[in-house]
């Protein structure tokens, strides 16, 4: 078993909506957790940074950590096909210099 | 405000050939420095990380290699390519410190090696 799963996808919705991108993982000591959007040959770029459980909102975005579970989200509401891209989770027990890193899924919204 | 520079941002190299990239960080100081390999529809692979001028960890043993000659300088060279080398390679960066878990990406190199 990887220590973080993510669906590959693609995952084809149509414009305006609501997303949900998710990841599961093993490592109980984990406490930060990050989503990153990449479009194609381009860098991954940070959206969301959350430590330990609960909610965190940045407008369209909502990414959810559920640590009973192992279990990560992110939300992406009234979804535009400038949202077409592949979405890595990535996480850390703190105190390491080393993120693991999901394989990302491949998002596209459609018009 | 930080910045990542890394070039170039594509390289087509014939097989045998050496290689080197470049990533310089501005607006930072002791940065931990990353280099990744992202294979065309895989995740991505860690290649190396320092820690702090000259210090350098190897994740994966194969013909590449890493310096970092400055604190903000990271350079990944091969001295002689293979077709399975290519791949887009990812600079990134992240402050350093516990509790500092976010990590910052350059724009990446796609290198083609034929």
């Known amino acids: 078993q990887k220590e973080v799963e993510q669906d590959p996808g693609p995952l084809s919705v149509p414009e305006g909506a609501i997303v949900s991108l998710n990841c599961t993982y093993s490592n109980s000591a984990f406490q930060y957790f990050m989503w990153y959007r990449q479009y194609s040959r381009k860098g991954p770029e940070l959206l969301m940074y959350?430590?330990?459980?609960g909610n965190k909102e940045d407008g369209r975005f909502t990414a959810q950590v559920d640590k009973s579970s192992k279990y990560i989200s992110l939300f992406i509401r009234d979804s535009q096909p400038s949202d077409s891209a592949t979405y890595l989770c990535?996480?850390?027990?703190?105190?390491?210099?080393?993120?693991?890193f999901g394989r990302g899924t491949s998002l596209i919204v459609h018009p | 405000s930080q910045t990542i520079h890394q070039w170039p941002a594509t390289l087509v190299q014939p097989v045998g050939s050496p290689l080197s990239l470049e990533c310089t960080v501005e607006?930072?100081?002791?940065?931990?420095l990353y280099w990744y390999r992202q294979a065309a529809g895989r995740g991505l692979q860690l290649l190396f990380y320092s820690v702090g001028i000259g210090q350098i960890s190897s994740e994966v043993p194969q013909n590449l290699s890493a310096s970092r000659p400055q604190d903000r300088q990271f350079i990944l060279s091969s001295k002689k390519l293979l077709l399975s080398d290519s791949g887009f390679y990812l600079c990134a960066w992240r402050t350093e410190g516990a509790a500092n878990e976010k990590l910052f990406f350059g724009s990446g190199t796609q290198l083609s090696v034929l």
């Open positions: 990535a996480m850390s027990p703190g105190g390491s210099y080393i993120p693991t």
């Open positions: 959350t430590y330990s459980s």
């Open positions: 607006g930072t100081s002791n940065p931990n």
